[in-house]
């Protein structure tokens, strides 16, 4: 009886403990959340579609790419893979996390899961180094708040962007861009990043000129990657560089 | 059921995979391999670049300098910083080249 009582209070502190870490990342991640709204109704998306994409897929930079090539036109089973091209890394930070918490139960392992941001395992990840207990309701913690926003704030940008004039002056055309830019400048420490990046730049760009949208996407994400494959390892090597 | 609707359940199902496939798939295996490791770490930035690239074809004056502002704030600050700066000079930009 006594001992009920203290898990559980010591499970809403834990909870209160991982809501306190959420917050710089809900702060950071409300303007994309609002951005993502206003250029789902811009390339085409309704208010409802907007929401529904930021509850149920709930990937920042993959919901851009959706709808930047649902603008395009684009076929949509290749939406569908490049939002899981885009997403791919999470397979990685799901054999990380995986370990952590194992010892959870299944339901909420498959809801830990769903909610396996970047931010949520660079958290829990450095949690777990710490040497301390990765737990249920300290993860929820961390999550939820961020969840709740990002599909909130979503829905206020769509209804926002259907005020918005001119989005040619506003350059809302271009913001995808420039956001798509910064996301590939943020991985510069990457061992063979330049490289990559050339291979995969020079191939979209033919394939643009040749092929055509939207097949640029694949065939010069699949020329970065076979980069990275056909390179001798020790040039990718995780531990090479200083 | 509109088409929209279908690729956001689809996307959303290829999403929660990813987000539950390293765990159920790549946790078996005691060691990934070198080249595979090395194709995925390669994934974020291959997938990205294609999505800018081509933009350089049609981009203006404007436009090329809101992405050399980014990439030089990029040197220094955050996602949010970046992209700020280059929103802003787009939107300045904008305003006398159109």
Known sequence: ?242 | MSTTFWIIIAGAVATYLTRIGGHLVISRFDTIHPRVEAGLNAVPAAVLTTLVAPELLNAGPAEWAALVVTAVVSLRGGLMAMFLAGAAVLIVARQFVG
């Open chain 1, 1 to 242: 009886m006594a001992t009920d009582v203290i898990s559980e209070s010591g499970a809403k502190s834990d909870f209160w403990q991982g809501v306190r870490l959420s917050m710089p990342v809900v702060v950071a991640s409300a303007p994309f959340a609002v951005l993502f709204g206003a250029l789902a109704v811009d390339n085409g998306f309704s208010v409802l579609e907007a929401f529904l994409m930021s509850a149920l897929v709930y990937g920042g930079a993959s919901q851009m790419v959706g709808i930047q090539l649902f603008g395009q036109h684009v076929a949509p089973w290749l939406i569908v893979l490049s939002i899981f091209a885009v997403n791919f890394r999470h397979v990685l930070y799901s054999a990380g996390i995986g370990r952590r918490i194992a010892h959870w139960p299944v339901i909420s392992q498959a809801l830990g899961y769903f909610i396996l941001t970047d931010p949520q395992f660079a958290v829990a990840e450095a949690r777990a180094q710490s040497g301390q207990t990765v737990g249920f309701a300290w993860y929820l913690g961390l999550g939820l708040p961020v969840y709740v926003f990002w599909v909130i704030e979503s829905a206020l940008g769509a209804v926002f962007g259907k005020l918005i004039p001119d989005t040619h002056a506003l350059g809302i055309d271009f913001l995808l861009p420039i956001y798509f830019l910064g996301l590939v400048l943020g991985f510069r420490k990457r061992p063979l990043w330049l490289p990559v990046v050339i291979a995969s730049a020079a191939a979209s760009i033919v394939a643009y000129k040749t092929v055509g949208s939207p097949w640029h996407v694949s065939i010069g994400a699949i020329a970065g990657v076979l980069l990275a494959v056909i390179l001798p390892p020790h040039h990718s090597g995780v531990k090479a560089r200083p």
